[in-house]
């Protein structure tokens, strides 16, 4: 049987190889286990197990193994029926994205009149099914860890409490030393990353959130076009987020927000919707007002009982103000004079997407996913201050097909095809840069790209203590330049994992993955308005030939312990090595002074480090966690826009060597209390005498912040909650950063006190 599904498999690949993309990954669950009888410990065969609250059935063999896979994220029943013995009910069986929840039962003889057992699921807080380093936060977890108004509702609240993730001076997340932009972020497995700049597409706000799934390191082949690490934010639907509730938010620097949600199931349909509108005027930072919303929604609808139907549509825009004023904008390509406003950054995004799901057994299914997804970004900033404005856009039309099969209790088959096309632009200009008698600095960068990616891997149970994964990843990228000869790349990656589980509460594992990034866009080819300027013949405007794709190889070896029923420990040392990075160099080193700069991959780096969690689910009230992050972050230069002399190493901007965060959350009666605490031993600085990059540190800062919620059943105000939340409690105004003269130009956000009120219908 084994064989005849491999061969059926690798037919569909070669079928699908021509749409080959980056394949989107999971975010579905498998439950699965052995029943036996309680009395002898013989397998039990033909027992019915139903998953309750969905459509999901299955049987066990003769070897009393049953899986069901295809199971959305949540918290569910399952039952166990079989005749002569006592229905069998396990409660509280929690499914993840991407893993296996296993649930073996024990039934016991029938009796007369005998009633249904029910069995309260032990959850355990290690994951043995999971091999890469990965991390799981969800709704109640970014309640706890809510500060700036910045970061409400946002992703670098969630991202930055956890191992593995330093943030920049600007607040941008950095995943084990690799750059900002070499982040796969994902909603529902869908790509959101933009090509152009490869940063993330949408405003990265949170609406919407169950559980965000993180990966730090080793995560499998069904990820591509990401060296540094894995986002993936799971959406509500109306059975895990039901009814309706509106929140009121305000606070100090005017700040304002509105966040209605809704969501309701049926027998064969449910729905989510939500949307969050904020709106502050801020002190102390580099932008000084916003505006903001967005939107998702998400509604499932079962054709039968084998196919379900899921459209996921989201939307926003976002517009940052900066002190400088200007009086001239760009239209129709011309510098045109305007009414006084400020300068602003613009941006917006359009996700549509619809998801088959086709279940071909309980053990397999597959999953067809066409979408959409359009993003805008406009910088107008013609003041002295800034004197910029860029316009970019990207639109993306891409095609997923994923296929799933639990083979057996030893092999679960993992393998997908898909294809990304996008129609991209960028047009830049910078009429300060005209005054150098260079000519005019303006540009376009309007590459196209088709984006191909395909997978394959097996997740292995060896013995009952031997886990291991092995899985090759091919990636693809076509560049429809402009002016030049069109390019493709490629790239072959192999991924491999072994875990080992000395006892019932303690887990080893080790992986080891090589990993590829594109270049994007704006690099690829760049088209001067002026071929004759300086500009087009010193920067860029020579060529950059055929850019390689970035690469990467990780290894991790990590350490799991449940330490007692509540609360667990988890070590993971880890090494990166990047290579082909990309950078600009002089493309006639022989002649400093008049070689064109370039773009090229000759930049290098290594990370190496170790990433510690510490967790403590609810008991006694109190629950919380502790993440720390140690790392040294060298490569030879940490923007792909600084010139480099290969060979010479420095600390990178957001090498940090120390950074952690705590939070404690004690929950009682009607009140709930958490602290957060986040500490940074300062990230690096040079002075413009310095002869080498990096070699000073700001010194370190703590920010304390608290947040309250009081459950209101009845009395003054309708059922809900109140919210109140103190950010930076100290008001710490520590340097994050200094310019080349030692002056702080960077420093933590002041303090923001916020209250909301939360309505429940």
């Not at 943030?167 to 796969?184: L, M, S, T, V």
């Not at 064969?268 to 509108?277: A, I, T, W």
């Not at 330049?481 to 072994?498: C, F, I, M, N």
């Not at 003054?716 to 030692?742: E, H, M, Y």
Request: proline share 4%; aromatic share 10%.
């Amino acid at each position: 049987m084994i064989r005849k599904s491999v061969i059926t498999l690798l037919l569909t690949f070669i079928v699908a190889a021509a749409l080959v993309g980056p394949a989107g990954c999971s975010t579905t669950g498998i439950i699965s286990g052995v029943v036996t009888d309680l009395a002898t410990g013989e397998a039990l065969a033909g027992v019915n197990i139903i998953v309750e609250g969905t459509n999901l059935t299955t049987v066990t063999d003769k070897n009393g193994y049953y899986v069901v896979t295809n199971v959305p994220p949540g918290e569910y029943k399952v039952t166990a029926g079989l005749v002569g013995y006592s229905d069998l009910q396990i409660s509280k069986v929690n499914v993840l994205m991407d893993m296996t929840a296993t649930t073996d039962c024990q039934m016991s003889t029938a009796v007369a009149n005998d009633e249904t057992v029910i069995v309260k699921e032990s959850r355990p807080m290690i994951r043995r099914d999971m091999i890469p380093t990965s991390y799981i936060v969800d709704q109640a977890q970014e309640q706890m860890v809510r500060g700036q108004p910045t970061n409400l509702y946002q992703t670098p609240a969630l991202v930055l409490t956890q191992p593995g993730v330093i943030a920049d001076e600007g607040g941008y997340p950095h995943i084990r030393g690799g750059r900002a932009n070499e982040i796969a972020y994902l909603i529902d497995g869908i790509p959101i990353t933009e090509p152009v700049t490869n940063g993330f597409g949408t405003n990265i706000v949170t609406v919407g959130l169950d559980k965000m799934e993180m990966f730090t390191g080793g995560y499998r082949p069904e990820y591509g076009n990401a060296v540094s690490g894995v986002f993936n934010q799971v959406i509500k639907t109306g059975k895990t987020a039901p009814g309706a509730n509106l929140e009121l938010l305000g606070g100090s620097d005017a700040f304002q927000g509105t966040f209605p949600q809704i969501g309701g199931a049926g027998q064969k349909f449910d729905y989510y919707m939500g949307g969050y509108l904020w709106r502050s005027d801020f002190r102390g930072m580099a932008f000084d007002q916003v505006d903001s919303l967005d939107y998702v929604g998400k509604f499932n609808y079962m054709l039968d009982a084998k196919n379900k139907l899921t459209v996921l549509s989201g939307s926003g825009e976002a517009k940052y103000q900066f002190p400088g004023i200007h009086t001239s904008t760009v239209s129709d390509n011309t510098i045109l004079p305007i009414s006084a406003e400020n300068d602003h950054n613009h941006q917006s995004y359009t996700l549509n997407a619809l998801t088959l799901s086709h279940t071909i057994s309980p053990s397999s299914f597959f999953t067809v996913r066409p979408y959409y997804f359009q993003n805008k970004n406009t910088v107008d900033a013609l003041s002295d201050d800034l004197s910029r404005w860029t316009d970019m856009e990207s639109a993306t039309t891409g095609l997923l097909l994923d296929y799933t099969n639990q083979i057996s209790d030893k092999h679960l088959i993992k393998a997908g095809v898909a294809r990304m096309s996008s129609n991209n632009r960028y047009q830049a200009k910078v009429p300060a840069m005209d005054f150098y008698g260079m000519g005019p600095y303006d540009y376009t960068a309007n590459t196209n790209t088709v984006q191909s990616g395909l997978y394959m891997q097996d997740q292995m149970k060896l013995s009952s203590k031997w886990r291991a994964e092995a899985g090759l990843r091919y990636d693809r990228m076509a560049y429809d330049k402009v002016v030049a000869a069109d390019q493709t790349e490629s790239q072959w990656s192999p991924r491999v994992g072994l875990s080992y589980a000395a006892d019932s509460k303690t887990n080893l594992r080790f992986s080891y993955g090589k990993m590829i990034q594109f270049v994007y866009t704006q690099a690829v080819e760049r088209q001067y308005a002026d071929p004759e300027s300086g500009w087009a013949a010193l920067y860029y405007g020579a060529g950059t030939g055929n850019l390689l794709p970035e690469r990467c190889a990780q290894y991790d070896i990590g350490w799991e312990r449940q330490v007692s029923s509540n609360f667990s420990v988890q070590v993971t040392p880890f090494y990166r090595k990047y290579t082909d990075m990309l950078q600009t160099i002089l493309l006639d080193p022989a002649n400093p002074d008049i070689s064109p700069v370039v773009y090229d991959n000759v930049g290098v780096g290594t990370s190496k480090g170790i990433e510690f969690l510490a967790k403590k689910r609810m008991s006694n009230n109190l629950s919380g966690w502790l993440s720390y992050t140690y790392s040294t972050v060298k490569a030879e230069a940490s923007s792909d826009r600084d010139m480099i002399s290969p060979g010479t190493m420095a600390y990178v901007d957001w090498d940090q060597r120390h950074t952690a965060a705590m939070v404690l959350n004690y929950n009682r009666k009607d009140w709930n209390y958490s602290l957060l605490g986040e500490y940074g031993s300062g990230l690096p600085w040079s002075l413009e005498t310095d002869e080498t990059l990096n070699t000073r540190r700001v010194s370190s800062h703590t920010v304390l912040s608290l947040n309250i919620t009081r459950d209101v059943k009845g009395g003054w105000l309708p059922t809900g909650q109140l919210r109140f939340g103190v950010a930076n409690i100290l008001n710490s105004g520590k340097a994050l950063d200094r310019d080349g003269k030692g002056l702080a130009i960077v420093r933590v956000p002041p303090r923001f006190i916020n209250l909301s009120y939360v309505r429940r219908w």
